[in-house]
């Protein structure tokens, strides 16, 4: 059985496990002193560690090993994506993060209906720090929010690549399966892009891609986005 999964902000020789953590270690999973797990802290390692004492409010484990994950992706790539209605924003961050992105940007923009607040982006954290231990990785993606288009456009800048999937494209302005270095993947919301945001994008470095003949709803469109994405830069076979 693998050994349960949990982030830590810092690893020591002692590691104290609180909060959310330590409620789900104790109350969900019933760890006991003796019990094996795993620690991250988010650097690309793997902890090894061992329950040593269980407390009302905490819990400790001993540091026993370390490794060096090869989970995450040798090459970075991130979603923007238009804030999306009821859950459905969760939805793709937790696909993302088990795609390998790095980050993902939730942004508004002309045609969003969705609204983001503080308490909503920290749902969208636990969200993806769930998603890395499920699917095994070590590192939970940053999710942040962008208030308007252009600061997403702003956020996206040092990215090597850049793609805008367009709803209105007839033909790839861009290859998929030639990215090169890192890459920024934009996806609308439900109500999709003006010309307008298009443009921006364009003067920006974005280029237009088409995902085929289909308009596809926005989060369909994220996750196979990120896939072709994956797939291109080796991290799907």
């Known amino acids: 059985m693998t050994p349960k999964r949990f982030f830590v902000e810092k690893i020591a020789e002692e590691c104290v496990l609180t909060g959310d953590?330590?409620?789900?270690?104790?109350?969900?999973?019933?760890?006991?002193?003796?019990?094996?797990?795993?620690?991250?802290?988010?650097?690309?390692?793997?902890?090894?560690?061992?329950?040593?004492?269980?407390?009302?409010?905490?819990?400790?484990?001993?540091?026993?090993?370390?490794?060096?994950?090869?989970?995450?992706?040798?090459r970075e790539y991130c979603l923007f994506i238009g804030a999306l209605k009821g859950d459905k924003t969760e939805w793709v961050v937790q696909k993302a993060t088990e795609l390998g992105v790095s980050r993902v940007v939730v942004f508004s923009s002309r045609y969003c209906a969705a609204y983001m607040?503080?308490?909503?982006?920290?749902?969208?954290?636990?969200?993806a720090r769930e998603a890395a231990k499920q699917c095994l990785r070590t590192v939970a993606p940053a999710v942040g929010y962008a208030?308007?288009?252009?600061?997403?456009?702003?956020?996206?800048?040092?990215?090597?690549?850049?793609?805008?999937?367009?709803?209105?494209?007839?033909?790839?302005e861009a290859s998929m399966s030639a990215i090169?270095?890192?890459?920024a993947v934009m996806v609308g919301s439900e109500g999709g892009f003006t010309e307008a945001e298009f443009e921006e994008a364009k003067?920006?470095?974005?280029?237009?891609?088409?995902?085929?003949?289909?308009?596809?709803?926005?989060?369909?469109?994220?996750?196979?986005?990120?896939?072709?994405?994956?797939?291109?830069?080796g991290e799907l076979g």
């Open 203 to 233: 003067r920006a470095g974005f280029r237009g891609i088409t995902l085929g003949k289909r308009i596809l709803r926005a989060e369909t469109a994220a996750i196979a986005s990120l896939a072709l994405v994956a797939h291109s830069m």
């Open 180 to 183: 090169e270095g890192s890459c």
């Open 21 to 74: 953590e330590f409620r789900h270690a104790k109350n969900v999973l019933r760890l006991a002193e003796g019990d094996e797990a795993t620690l991250l802290d988010g650097s690309g390692k793997e902890y090894d560690a061992v329950v040593t004492r269980v407390s009302r409010s905490e819990l400790t484990l001993h540091v026993v090993g370390e490794r060096v994950s090869d989970k995450e992706p040798k």
């Open 147 to 172: 208030p308007d288009f252009s600061a997403a456009l702003a956020c996206a800048q040092a990215y090597d690549t850049k793609l805008f999937a367009c709803e209105f494209l007839n033909e790839n």
């Open 117 to 127: 607040n503080e308490n909503k982006l920290e749902r969208l954290r636990r969200v």
